[in-house]
């Protein structure tokens, strides 16, 4: 595109959000507004659609996806498959693979003492 088309372009891109801007301040819906301002209601929509179109084109080509490497972060409390249940200051760890009669006598236990 020539400078020239390029300024016209962008003059006629200033108009139409001025269009819009004007129109959404207004209060009235955008039909009401229309008539009101011997707009064709399709032209505005067609404006509308082009406008948010160079804009989204615009976005895409300032925006650079960036990749980041994140940190391995460790966790400060040992990772384990065992239960823990931790009651007004104290901790109950059952194995993994602990059998059901084993985990019900403990959870009674805990129960009858408190």
Same mark, same amino acid.
């Not at 659609?49 to 925006?63: E, G, I």
């Not at 249940?85 to 805990?110: C, F, K, W, Y």
């Given at each position: 595109?020539?400078?020239?088309?390029?300024v #016209?372009t962008? $003059?006629?891109?200033?108009?139409?959000?001025?269009? *819009?801007e004007e129109?959404?301040s207004?209060?009235?819906?955008?039909?009401?507004w229309?008539e009101?301002n011997n707009?064709?209601?399709?032209?505005?929509?067609?404006?509308?659609?082009?406008?948010?179109?160079m804009?989204l084109?615009?976005?895409? #080509?300032?925006? $650079?996806p960036?990749?980041?490497?994140?940190p391995? *972060?460790?966790p400060?409390?040992?990772?384990?498959?065992?239960v823990?249940l931790?009651l007004?200051?104290?901790t109950?760890e059952?194995?993994q693979?602990?059998?059901?009669?084993?985990?019900?006598s403990?959870?009674?236990?805990v129960k009858?003492?408190?």
């Amino acid at each position: 595109m020539d400078e020239i088309s390029v300024v #016209k372009t962008e $003059v006629k891109y200033a108009e139409w959000i001025a269009m *819009v801007e004007e129109c959404r301040s207004s209060g009235l819906s955008i039909r009401a507004w229309c008539e009101e301002n011997n707009v064709n209601l399709k032209t505005y929509h067609y404006r509308l659609r082009r406008l948010r179109t160079m804009f989204l084109d615009q976005h895409k #080509k300032n925006t $650079v996806p960036e990749i980041k490497k994140l940190p391995v *972060v460790t966790p400060s409390v040992p990772v384990t498959n065992n239960v823990m249940l931790h009651l007004e200051g104290i901790t109950i760890e059952i194995p993994q693979g602990s059998d059901e009669n084993t985990i019900t006598s403990v959870l009674r236990a805990v129960k009858s003492a408190w």
